[in-house]
């Protein structure tokens, strides 16, 4: 057993020392999307936007793992008969997606960890002025949790020249909300462009 677990921890090594390392920049559309249970509420897609970067290391030319830093806008658009109120919402997330490349299609996925940074929330009185309100993140009722856990895929294209594109899908693994029985969560459709640099 000893020598089973040295030979895997020498073959990791080797490994990670042997994979070729990169660098990729990205940047796009986000359109926020909103569940609820129960549901309150008729709400529609939020345009917002997205920007990361990202560190992969390429085991092969087919397998590789990569991590990063990735800045989200989410939150929903919430309809009425004469207007609609926003709930937008911006998080640091940090993914670890395994990556499978074969003639420049790539498919990724994997989970991560978010952070709320900052959310406000549009909205209207009852005499129809527009108001603006920050949303409160935290472990009381009526605030939202500020830590969570998320799951991505993406799946793209990349020119040899290391320009790509994707579109991706970000489905929420835990529940925003501090109120029993309430589910919130805010999952993401994702469009955008990018540049992996080779180092």
Not at 81 to 89: E, N, Q, Y
Request: charged residues 15%; hydrophobic residues 40%.
């Amino acid at each position: 057993m000893k020598k089973l677990i040295a030979l895997i921890i020498v073959t990791s090594c080797v490994s990670i020392t042997n994979a070729q390392f990169s660098l990729g920049v990205y940047a796009g559309f986000n359109g926020g999307l909103y569940t609820e249970n129960p549901k309150l509420n008729t709400t529609a897609i939020l345009p917002t936007i997205h920007a990361g970067m990202a560190a992969e290391y390429a085991f092969s030319e087919f397998f590789s793992l990569q991590s990063g830093l990735q800045f989200n806008g989410r939150g929903t658009r919430i309809e009425h008969k004469d207007h609609h109120d926003d709930l937008g919402i911006y998080t640091l997330d940090v993914p670890l997606m395994a990556t499978i490349r074969k003639s420049g299609f790539f498919v990724s996925a994997g989970p991560a960890m978010g952070f709320a940074l900052t959310g406000t929330a549009h909205s209207h009185d009852a005499s129809g002025a527009e108001k603006e309100d920050d949303i409160k993140f935290g472990n009381n009722a009526g605030e939202l949790k500020r830590t969570h856990f998320n799951f991505q895929v993406r799946v793209g294209y990349e020119l040899k020249n290391g320009l790509f594109i994707q579109g991706g899908y970000l489905a929420d693994l835990t529940n925003w909300s501090n109120v029993s029985g309430t589910i919130i969560r805010f999952p993401l459709f994702q469009a955008g462009i990018g540049y992996r640099f080779n180092l």
